[in-house]
């Protein structure tokens, strides 16, 4: 009966990897053939990833992606901060739902639809008080920094929510400012909610097509654009090598990011060992004496 | 200059101020701004639509509110079958994505607890890869002599390709791959803290597991289908990528036509009335997923 159950377990799970990684794989097999038919084996080589770094659009829009990424990431990761502590810590306050439903609402919004809001909003803007002028970097990161923060807020807010807040109310009691008190003990504690969030702000901002491609002005294009330019003739190999460096780069991180909490389950686990150790000595030694 | 600094906000004003600013401004006064073009009218130039207020010599403001651009919505069949259509498409693939993606939770959340972090990780994965390239893979695989065609004549099933790229098909597929994970994620946080004794209850009161599984984990799970639905489904229904690298260049959808009568048309009145059409729809699903959502994260108000 278990095993029945287990067997099916099995083939479930097998099933849908397989849904999720073919495509994955099958990119990375066909960035090392040979033939420009991209699913016609015509042999191993590398010379698409040549060919990839030598393409200076790409490359000049990889770098302009990159840029708006971490500057997006960065600045969406301080909004969003604050716009979770406020949901999270603040209690009801007149507003509270408004800024609430700000918060999600980006998460499902059509993208077709913030990324023709935004432009209407920088061309009013334009307009009324000159700025921004023209659109392109600044247009992009504003509209990155909108779109992505929500998910930063998201993240923090449930970091907080589960967060014992005890020790926050002991440093209250001590005396500390609120200030002090988020800088020296929340912050620490949801360090690593904050560097998930600023890791997926960056994603989503270097893979964003279709609100960038309405705030964007002319010559700053970004990577997913000029990747949706070549796709749309068709496949191109290079572009199975970009995807092969950017899975790689993806998989590395996972890994790094996997070790490194399995060691600091490992170092929770010892310490928290060694307290119930000396608890133990020190209870039989309170019992002698 | 010291009673100007002491009108500015301080401590948590400042503090909820910031982003309650930064999201108005950028999220929600632009919604007020796409309402008011989608009541202009086209003008070449730029940008290419007229102004709604008008000084007129007397310093009176005159109005001019444009409702063509409703009506044309109205009239013109065009934008009536993309509606339907989007909302056909989303609909079906919000269903797919339930009926694959409600197994595999349920299977992860069932498996050891030191197994379950991993299978969670493999699902995220592919979501930490560009959404891009991943529907990208999908012309490779499903294009005439691509690998699916030629794994289906390899095994004998067809003696000839089928056209899969460019049909309606293709579509599905495409948004069921790249949205699965957000139906994992939610179904897969509700079953995995479902109290498992309430099935021992059930199997002690004579319930097979079947029945059990339609009695109390279906039951139990539906705030997490509804939350994964509309994680899906919203979306979905704007979706442009998707449709426009997989699915036939005729294919009506939304997303699409908006694109078009911005990029291509030029016309930002219309453009801005498909918007406007289309979020009325989606704002009841919208704050439904909202309340959902507020409520998940602990709503914060128990302090």
Redesign the interface.
Known sequence: MNQGRNVLRAIVLTLGFAFLYIPIVSLIVYSFNKSRLVTVWGGFSTKWYGELLRNEQILNAAWLSLKVAAIAATLAVVLGTLAGLVLARFGPFKGRTLLSGLTTAPLVMPEVITGLSLLLLFVTMEQLIGWPQGRGMTTIIISHITFTMAFVTIIVQSRLAQMDDSLEEAAMDLGARPHKVFFLITLPIIAPALMSGWLLAFTLSLDDLVITSFVAGPGSSTLPMVIFSKVRLGVSPDINALATILVLIVAVGALIAGVFTARQQKIRDRDAQMALAANQQMIESLKKG | MDRVLRLLPR??AL??A???V??????????A??LK?SFSSTLIAM?PYEPLLHWTAEKVVQIKLNFGNYAFLVEDNLYWMAYLNSIKVAAISTLLCLL?GY??A???A??NPSTRNI?M???V??F???????V??????L?N???LN?FLMWIGVIDQPIQMLQTDFAVYVGIV?SY?PFMILPLYANLEKMDLTLLEAAADLGCR?WQAFYKVTLPLSVPGIIAGC??VF??A?????IP??LGDPGMLMI?KV??TE??NNRD?PV??AV?IA??LF?VIP??Y??RA??AE?????H?
């Open positions: 401590g948590r503090v909820t910031v982003p309650y930064w999201l108005l401004l950028f999220f929600l006064i632009p919604f701004i796409v073009i940008p694959i197994p595999i349920y299977s992860i069932r498996s299978l990780l493999l699902i994965l592919p930490w890869t560009s959404f891009l390239l991943r990208y893979a999908w012309i490779g695989i294009k002599n691509g690998l030629n791959y699965l597991p509309l994680l919203i979306p229904v704007g979706e442009f990528v426009s690298l997303g908006l694109w911005f990029f930002w453009a801005s918007a289309l979020l989606l919208i704050m997923y909202q959502q507020d994260a602990g709503g914060g108000v302090r």
